[in-house]
Structure formats: structure tokens, C-alpha cells
């Protein structure tokens, strides 16, 4: 959160961290690209949101047939995707209807390197297709055996 700090303040925006977890948490995970596909999420939601308008991430955990996982859920109050944008937002130079809002350059690789460095440590990333509000992007990462819920 803190690399894109400056970004978001350029913008006026805050970058808001709920954490539903309080006990430290071990990943099975490369932290490295973790880190950079979660920036590449976030700095999507500070380019496409609108000036002075938060980012919000909540932090918690969650159980699926696999095993425990951390939650990560990334939201913004942008335009969000229309319907059919959907299915292509992980593809590579997927453009939108949506536009940055400051000016910013977009590539069209963010999202899909992000999605395949997740998958690369056995994680999950999917858009949340109910949220109204903007883009809600949602990453589960597996922890190791110990953290049960």
C-alpha cells in the first residue's frame, strides 16, 4: 500500500486497510510477485477512481474446498466494467470503456500479469461481478496448514 501512497495522494484519494484479521498469517506464496500483482491492482483502482474518492481493501480470511485462504478485496468508485467487459479484463491489452481519470497511461498488461503471478503461487483472482459501487477486485492466497479458521 505504501508504494501507492504517492499516487493516491497526487489524486487526493485514501487508501483505506480493514483488516478482519488480527494474528499474523503465513503464506505459501512468493512474496515478491505477490506484492507486485496487488500493486498492479491497486494502482489500477488510484488510475481509473476519481479525484478525492478512497480505495478501499479488506483483509480477512476465508475456507474453501483447498484448504484456508487470506481475502484480499480491492474496491474502488470508478465506472467499474460494463457486462460484456467482463470476460476480457484478464486478457492482454484489454482496453475498456473506462478511462483514467487523471490522465494516467494505461498498457493494458496490468491485469492479466497480475492474474498470472497470483495463479503462479496457486492463488485465485476474479472481479466481483455484483459490485455496483465501481471495481471490486477479490485475491485469495492459500496459507499454510496451521492457519485454520
Excluded: H
Excluded at 501507492?4 to 480493514?18: D, G, M, R, Y
Excluded at 480491492?74 to 470476460?87: A, L, R, V, W, Y
Amino acid at each position: 500500500m505504501d508504494v501507492q501512497k504517492p499516487l493516491a495522494e497526487n489524486k487526493k484519494q485514501s487508501i483505506i486497510v480493514k483488516k478482519e484479521v488480527t494474528e499474523p498469517l503465513k503464506l505459501k506464496v512468493d512474496s515478491e510477485k505477490i506484492v507486485r500483482a496487488v500493486n498492479n491492482i491497486i494502482g489500477n483502482a488510484i488510475k481509473y477512481s476519481p479525484y478525492e474518492k478512497p480505495i478501499e481493501t479488506i483483509v480477512s480470511k476465508s475456507k474453501g474446498e483447498n484448504g484456508n485462504f487470506l481475502r484480499l478485496e480491492i474496491c474502488d468508485s470508478g465506472p467499474g466494467f460494463k457486462e460484456d467487459e467482463i470476460d476480457k479484463v484478464f486478457t492482454s491489452f484489454g482496453r475498456f470503456s473506462a478511462q483514467p481519470t487523471g490522465g494516467e497511461v494505461s498498457t493494458g498488461l496490468g491485469l492479466m500479469i497480475a492474474k498470472q503471478l497470483i495463479e503462479l503461487n496457486n492463488g485465485q483472482i476474479w472481479v466481483d461481478k455484483n459490485y455496483n459501487n465501481g471495481s471490486k477486485f477479490v485475491i485469495e492466497l492459500p496459507l499454510v496448514e496451521n492457519n485454520s479458521i
